[in-house]
């Protein structure tokens, strides 16, 4: 795979991370999305930037449940998004 191709991949990879952010918050699901982007953007974060924490958390996320071969963990979703904009560690 070319360098072009492998950050096409981590663009395309970084935009649906961030539309599923998206369509959390239009949902209203689950209620920390929302609660995150307000803390985010109260203290001074621009939205994009609150919006790839966000996707951040998703993806750490993602990555457990795909290594531990396990269900999404909605209740530490829902903490890791709450402590932004401090990064879950790696050895969830």
């Given at each position: ?34 609660a ?29 449940m ?27």
């Amino acid at each position: 795979m070319s360098e072009h191709d492998e950050h096409d991949d981590e663009t395309f990879t970084e935009g649906a991370l961030i539309q599923a952010i998206e369509n959390q918050l239009e949902a209203g699901e689950p209620p920390a999305a929302q609660a995150t982007l307000n803390k985010l953007t109260l203290v001074g974060y621009p939205r994009d930037e609150s919006l790839q924490l966000m996707a951040l958390v998703l993806a750490h996320e993602i990555q457990a449940m795909l290594r531990d071969d396990r269900p999404f963990d909605q209740a530490w979703y829902e903490q890791a998004l709450r402590a932004l904009p401090a990064l879950p560690d790696e050895t969830q």
